[in-house]
């Protein structure tokens, strides 16, 4: 009897303590629920996230982003590997993982002169094509792959780093054969093949003065014509003392000027020195391994890793501060060990450049970021 009394009154209390006062555990708020009505949230995916096997990603980005864009899979080399073949194994793998999530799908990228298909500027003996035969392998190539993601990709980099830093046209391939015209024709081609879609300018350097009047110089251009254009990506792959935040914002205010939106599209930022300080994202940039530039091959010290989230904390405040001119703002990779930082511009380090690390739980700068949307 005695037992069943004691028994009975620890029952009672158990669920009286059920029912007031238990504190019940905070609903945990998330990136993307967070950041809702301030702008997107995207993510870099690469195909071992899009195919779903790496789960540990795939959890993450699931739960913190609602925009996401292809690494690597739609770049020129991979998806139009030779003039009459198309590989969309992968591309479409990419763009069924976004739908099947729910996600904003952005395509990256039409015309680049990087991990360009070696076939696309020249013929059999390696001489340029002409002029006509350029312009045809570019609208065949841009009406194919918009035309094949038709309404479900919602936006597309046409253009890729046709800027240089100092504010002139990269003489690329395109430029070399077509001259300035081949960016007006890429945002034609786009456009004609989805009119619905967004078209973007996308680049790297942005904070520099030089080349943010040639991109500004650009996007009027293409107005000019009455071409599309909606917004302009800032890449954003930040080095841990550059660029400023002031010259940050003004290429970002300078960009929303010409009437476009701005986009914040690669955001990575290194954790290692950089004793190359110029390099924006110049993806030929190459720099011989050494262990002094490469410094933090088991973690970052504390106060490194403190001075990391504070100033990823500052671009984001610099985010928020001006979520009016921007639609979306997307980081190049889901943990750090995905980052292409750790084999760019160096092979072989050990950096710490996104907002989840190597056992993909968030960093301190996920909450300051939640915390100051959602004040
Ligand atoms: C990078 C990828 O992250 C790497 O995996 C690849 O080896 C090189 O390209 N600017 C861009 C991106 O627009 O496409 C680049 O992505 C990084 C710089």
Redesign the pocket.
Known sequence: MKYRTIFAVMLASLLLAGCHSAPKQEEKITLKDALKDKFLIGV?I?TDQAAGRDTASVRVIVENFNAVVA??CM?SEVIHPEEDRYDFILADQFVDFGERNDMYITG??LI?H??LSPWFCVDEEGNNVSPEVLKERMQNHIHTIVGRYKGRIKGW?VM??AIEDDGSYRQSKFYQILGEEYIPLAFQYAHEADPDAELYY?D?SMAHPEKREGVVRLVNQLKERGLRIDAVGI?G?LQKDFPTLEEFEKSMLAFAETGVKVMI??LDMTALPSPFRNVG?E?SANFEYTQEIDPYPHGLPAEMDKAWNDRMNDFFKLFLKHADIITRVTV??VADED??RN??PVEGRTDYPLLFDRDHQPKPVVNMIIEEATK
């Open positions: 870099a690469n690494e690597n770049k990256h990228t680049w990087s991990q980099d890729n780093e996308n790297y890449q792959h599209t690669e994202a993806v190049w990779g980052s292409w084999y760019w």
